[in-house]
């Protein structure tokens, strides 16, 4: 019995591990990368190569992972700065009512378990997010943040 949803438009890279209930489409996940169970990934994602998507993630349109990122479980993207479920008419929203704000996450960060990540932020080169945080703003390379909001703890050696 098969416990995956993975849409015929979704192109993987060669050694993939995929696990149970996991939802992708229109995505793109690079060489060697392990996707977790109880996740999904939406259309116009980009995962990197040697990646770890943790269980419980859940990666929305316009989020960018570059090469050697980890991603611990329950990690939430954001992708729309002012989300509403109706237009100003009333009627349930549709794509055309509002616009994706892209997320970078580059290459060798990490981000830990429980973290929610807002819409338009970039995670600089080898940054860890600690677990928890809440990422408002642009995260510098080389750095630990952490908190609600997410803030600077120090500079990685």
């Known amino acids: 019995m098969e416990f995956r949803k993975i849409a015929s438009d979704v192109k993987i890279g060669e050694n993939v591990k995929i696990f149970e209930f996991t939802n992708l489409y229109g995505c793109e ?4 990368t ?5 996740v999904e990934i939406q259309k116009n994602a980009k995962i990197g190569k040697n990646c770890k998507i943790s269980s419980h993630t859940f990666i929305c349109e316009g989020v960018t992972i570059e090469d050697n990122v980890f991603v611990g479980h329950n990690v939430t ?10 237009s100003v008419e009333g009627k349930l929203q549709n794509e055309s009512d509002w616009k994706v704000v892209p997320t970078l996450v580059k290459q060798g960060a990490s981000i830990g378990s429980s973290v929610t990540i807002l819409a338009g932020v970039t995670i ?4 860890i997010v600690g677990a928890g945080s809440v990422v408002t703003k642009d995260v510098p390379p080389d750095t630990i943040v952490a908190g609600v909001p997410a803030r600077v703890k120090r500079k990685i050696d």
């Open 34 to 38: 392990k996707i977790g169970a109880f």
């Open 29 to 32: 996940i690079g060489d060697n």
């Open 124 to 127: 600089g080169e080898r940054a």
């Open 77 to 86: 993207f954001i992708n729309d700065l002012y989300p509403r479920a109706t």
